[in-house]
C-alpha cells in the first residue's frame, strides 16, 4: 500500500565561496554610504509631527482665548427627583455650559454647593464638593444670563423658535428651544441627542406642590427623565 503525503523539495546544497568568486566580489566598486535624509519644509516625511501643532490657532473654532489657562466658572442650580441644589460648575476645555454638560463623562461637580429646599430656599446645608450623578439630573438652570451675540461665530447657524412644553417624573416646564428651519417638533421629541437639551425662557413647575414655580434664563434639561412633550404657540419670527 503507497501512503499519500505532502513531498519534500530538496534543500539545495550551501554555496561554497570559491575563488572565483571571491575574486569578483573584490573587483566591486566601494560606494559611499548615503547621507543622513533631511526632509526640506512641507516635505511629506514631516508628517509624523502633530498635525494640530501646523493649524493656526484662528482656523480653529473650538479655541477660545484663555481656555487652557483660565477656567471658566458658570453660576447654576441643578433639580433632581430627589435633590435641588445650587452652585458653581468650572471647566476649562470647553467654551459653554452646555457643551461641558453634554460632551463631558462622569458625575458633575458643584463647588460651593447648597442644598435647596423644595421651593428652592437654601438650607443650612453646604458643601465645599457636591458630586452628582447625571442621570439623576432632571435640569441645569441658570438664573441670570448675559445674552451672548454668536451671529459672528464660525459655528453659528440660523434656527427658528418653538415653545413646547415638558412633562418629567415630577415637573412640568414651559420652554422655548431652538431648531433648524424647517425642522419639526416631533423629530425633536423622537430624538436621543444631545442628551442635555439647551433651553431659554424656563418655567418649571413642581408636580408635587403647583404652588412651587421656578423661572430660569437658561436650562439644560435631561432628555432621560422627559416622559411627555407637546406643543404651545408659536413665538416669535427667526432669530
Do not use: C
Not at 516635505?43 to 494640530?52: E, F, G, K, R, S
Amino acid at each position: 500500500m503507497i501512503g499519500l503525503g505532502r513531498s519534500r523539495l530538496a534543500e539545495p546544497p550551501p554555496l561554497e565561496p570559491t575563488p572565483a568568486l571571491l575574486a569578483m566580489l573584490d573587483e566591486l566598486p566601494v560606494t559611499e554610504p548615503l547621507p543622513a535624509f533631511v526632509p526640506a519644509a512641507g516635505d511629506a516625511a514631516t508628517l509624523h509631527q502633530p498635525v494640530m501643532a501646523r493649524v493656526p490657532e484662528a482656523a480653529d473654532p473650538w479655541r477660545t482665548a484663555g481656555v487652557a489657562t483660565e477656567p471658566r466658572v458658570e453660576s447654576i442650580e441643578m433639580i433632581g427627583r430627589v435633590l435641588r441644589a445650587s452652585g458653581d460648575i468650572s471647566f476649562t476645555r470647553f467654551e459653554r455650559l452646555s457643551d461641558f454638560v453634554n460632551l463631558s463623562e462622569g458625575f458633575i461637580t458643584i463647588r460651593n454647593a447648597t442644598i435647596l429646599k423644595r421651593n428652592g430656599e437654601p438650607t443650612r446645608v453646604t458643601l465645599p464638593e457636591l458630586w452628582v450623578s447625571r442621570d439623576e439630573i432632571t435640569l441645569v438652570g441658570q438664573r441670570d444670563v448675559e445674552p451672548t451675540d454668536r451671529a459672528g461665530h464660525l459655528l453659528w447657524v440660523r434656527k427658528t423658535p418653538h415653545r413646547l412644553v415638558f412633562v418629567t417624573r415630577g415637573h412640568l416646564i414651559n420652554a422655548a428651544i431652538y431648531l433648524l428651519p424647517g425642522a419639526s417638533s416631533s423629530a425633536f421629541a423622537e430624538a436621543t441627542d444631545p442628551r442635555f437639551v439647551p433651553l431659554s425662557d424656563v418655567n418649571v413647575r413642581s408636580l408635587a406642590d403647583r404652588r412651587v414655580v421656578s423661572h430660569y434664563g437658561f436650562a439644560l434639561l435631561n432628555r432621560s427623565q422627559v416622559v411627555a412633550i407637546g406643543e404651545s404657540p408659536a413665538i416669535g419670527d427667526a432669530v
